[in-house]
């Protein structure tokens, strides 16, 4: 009898194993391996299992995080061959996962779990009754003593816990060819989707594309040297996109979002600068959503010390807020000339990626995805040059304040 069999000592669970788990016709001769199914059962009545069914032997590494409970499931860069919205299942244990690319090199399992559990098995079982490679994760409900045990016996994989050669606060810029660096910072990507839209669309694709095109025109120019947090369809944690523009020394940061919200008639691009105090209550829920990607990518943000929460009242700081707001005004501006604006064009609420001590950053929310007139605009390509036309204008703008008001205004762009 197989081991696993054996472990779990039902009859039952043959037949679910057995189950055809989509693994024939996957035999392409790409490097990577592919995912060709995913499912959630419940073998026996106290266990939850997750399968995934894959094209051959993968290595993986599997670990616990507590505060909301998770299972992590770190892959070798895999061929996702299923449907993005098949982690809306919610069975037994698992209240919901998602996947995909976390770093390059690496894909990421993040599953939710509505209570602690302990892991029964986790292994990948050979070809066996016509059905191809499948990797087992079985979960058992746990005390939360047994979970926090199993979360310190289990590690992420070394490459969640890449380290930073950032800057100390108050680095003299280097000098460069004289263009102005640009950070842009394409919200979400990988095991993060972002908010979807009506048509189905994540907000990290539209994100990336958007930045593609804005980085195009403000390279036109001959004027700024434009780089991105995220190249790709990958995972960026929020620390590291504030680190990446601090290293680069960057002299504007733009983070690019399109949310969504419950109400559909509510449509309109958004300015956020960091503060404190929201300025409103819906603001407030935004940050709130949007500071929780790390947690939703299955990252410990117990592990992290947060240098960045405290250093709002610094003056550096309060400078670089000057600044950033002044880029906010500018930018509404150029906005409501050529897209749609909501009401409160410049509003401001504690999003984490906006705490660079000394880059002046503002966070776009191009439009609302749950708008089907803001969604389609920001889907078509023309929607999309016309929205970044009015950020490379503002960009312009700003830096061409800051030749002219050395003598007169309190805040000159850097
Ligand atoms: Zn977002």
């Known amino acids: 009898m197989p081991k696993l069999l054996r472990l779990l000592g039902g009859l039952a669970i043959a037949t679910w194993l057995a189950l055809p788990g989509g693994g024939a016709g996957v035999s392409e001769a790409w490097a990577q391996p592919t995912v060709s199914g995913i499912r959630v059962g419940q ?26 409970h998770r299972v992590v499931l770190d892959l ?6 299923v449907d993005p919205g098949t982690g809306t299942q919610a069975r037994g244990l698992i209240t ?14 993040v599953l939710d779990l509505g209570q602690p559990a302990e892991i029964v098995l986790a292994q990948v079982i050979p070809p066996r009754d016509g059905a191809g490679y499948r990797l087992v994760v079985d979960l058992r409900g746990a005390t939360r003593e047994r979970f926090l045990e199993a979360v310190q016996r289990t590690k992420p994989t070394a490459l969640t816990q890449v380290a930073a050669a950032v800057p100390p606060l108050g680095t003299p810029r280097r000098r460069g060819d004289g263009r102005k660096i640009i950070m842009l910072d394409p919200g979400h990507g990988g095991v993060d989707p ?5 048509s189905g669309i ?34 960026v944690e929020l620390r590291r996109r504030v680190d990446l523009a601090r290293e680069a020394q960057a002299d504007l940061f733009v983070s690019i979002h399109a949310d969504s919200i419950e109400n559909r008639q509510v449509r309109g691009g958004t300015v956020y ?9 819906e ?19 117990g592990r992290e010390s947060d240098q960045v929460t405290s250093i709002l009242i610094d003056l550096a700081q309060r400078e670089t807020m000057n600044h950033s707001a002044t880029f906010a005004q500018i930018l509404v501006r150029e906005m409501e000339q050529r897209v749609h604006m909501h009401k409160n064009g410049h509003r401001f609420a504690g999003f984490r990626v906006l705490k660079a001590p000394d880059v002046p950053s503002v966070l776009v929310e191009l439009g609302y995805l749950s708008s089907r007139a803001d969604e389609q605009m920001l889907r078509s390509p023309a929607g999309r040059a016309r929205l970044a036309e009015a950020l490379a204008r503002a960009v312009d703008r700003y830096f061409e304040g800051g030749r002219n008001c050395a003598a007169a205004a309190l805040s000159c762009p850097p």
Do not use: H
């Open 273 to 281: 600068t960091l503060s404190q105090t929201a300025s409103d209550r």
């Open 43 to 68: 073998p026996a009545d106290n266990i939850t299992r997750f399968v995934l069914d894959l094209s051959e032997d993968v290595k993986f590494n599997l670990f616990l995080l507590p505060d909301p």
């Open 76 to 81: 070798p860069q895999i061929n996702w061959s």
């Open 283 to 301: 603001a407030e829920q935004l940050a709130a959503k949007e500071n929780k990607v790390d947690i939703i990518a299955g990252i410990d943000l």
């Open 202 to 235: 994540y907000e990290k694709q539209i994100t990336l594309m958007f930045a593609q095109e804005l980085r195009r025109k403000l390279q036109a120019t001959g004027r700024y040297r434009v780089l991105m947090t995220r190249e790709g369809d990958e995972f």
């Open 194 to 198: 972002g908010a979807i839209g009506v």
């Open 96 to 109: 919901g996962f998602r996947f995909g690319q976390f770093q390059p090199g690496t894909a990421r399992m």
